[in-house]
């Protein structure tokens, strides 16, 4: 008799040789079954074009996938990953997007959120940034801190994460500030693969998603290193923070399964917070 696979079989550590007929078996898709669009987990906007009377959200990532945000040094990406992350949350967030909802389907899961570059207080500031955006940040959102971790326990700790944690089994969104952290050579193509690869997995299996910062090579559009690329070509979203000088422009570079949201503008008010901003007229597209 055929033994029905767990979540172990698909660890890509083990050395134990698969039952490859078994799992052939279990990855054919059956075409003619009807299969859900996987839900939302951060939406951007709506469609302007209305279907059947509705206006659709634009997604930034969905339950099951991984996707990035790039842009050059200083350029506000960390600014935008809260926006995103209170978003996610709901509260009073809203009141820092001006007339573009950004929307977040995942209140009554784990948002976990993980900075592997800034110190104790930076990564405090953030959360209490959070915390000011949203109003009242409940137990499902954590804020980390793996600065002082070398690459190896970076990986076993995201792999404790996802596949033994209390938390794996509903988990909505993890964040990583940054990808470069869980590689020791962004140019290796093995290491950006198997990286890559981890990513895959986790959030297939934990039914979450999950997204990262990963900066621009200076003066450029194109993502650092082969870890870059690879990422780039299996994430279902990129998006782009670019400086303009006082404000950032923060548009879709790219996105499978939807229209890419429109671009948009941010700054960073005298409290820090940052907000939707109405720049967007200024910018050449």
Request: negative net charge; hydrophobic residues 35%; proline residues 3%.
């Amino acid at each position: 008799m055929l033994k029905k696979l767990n979540i172990e079989d698909f660890n890509i550590e083990n050395d134990v040789m698969l039952d490859a007929a078994e799992v052939f078996k279990q990855s054919i898709i059956n075409i003619d079954e009807t299969i859900e669009r996987p839900p939302l987990a951060i939406s951007i906007g709506y469609d302007e074009y209305a279907y059947n009377g509705v206006h659709y959200p634009l997604k930034f990532g969905s339950l099951g996938n991984i996707s990035m945000i790039t842009g050059e040094e200083k350029s506000r990406k960390s600014f935008v990953k809260s926006l995103l992350e209170s978003c996610a949350i709901g509260g009073a967030s809203n009141n820092y997007t001006d007339n573009l909802e950004i929307k977040g389907y995942i209140a009554d899961k784990f948002i976990i959120s993980i900075d592997s570059e800034q110190s104790k207080y930076d990564v405090w500031m953030n959360g209490n940034r959070i915390k000011k955006m949203v109003g009242k940040v409940p137990d499902t959102y954590k804020i980390l801190m793996w600065r002082e971790k070398t690459t190896a326990e970076r990986l076993q700790l995201l792999d404790w994460l996802f596949m033994e944690s209390p938390y794996k089994d509903n988990l909505g969104l993890v964040m990583l500030d940054g990808y470069v952290d869980f590689v020791n050579d962004f140019n290796s193509q093995t290491e950006s693969k198997e990286f890559t690869a981890k990513l895959m997995k986790y959030s297939s299996l934990r039914n979450c998603h999950i997204s990262g910062i990963l900066h621009l090579n200076p003066n450029s559009e194109k993502v650092r290193g082969h870890l870059g690329t690879i990422l780039g070509q299996k994430c279902e979203c990129v998006m782009l923070v670019k400086n303009e000088g006082d404000y950032s422009k923060v548009k879709c570079k790219v996105v499978r399964g939807s229209k890419p949201f429109k671009d948009f503008t941010i700054r960073i008010d005298n409290d820090w917070m940052p907000y939707i901003s109405n720049d967007i007229e200024n910018v050449i597209l």
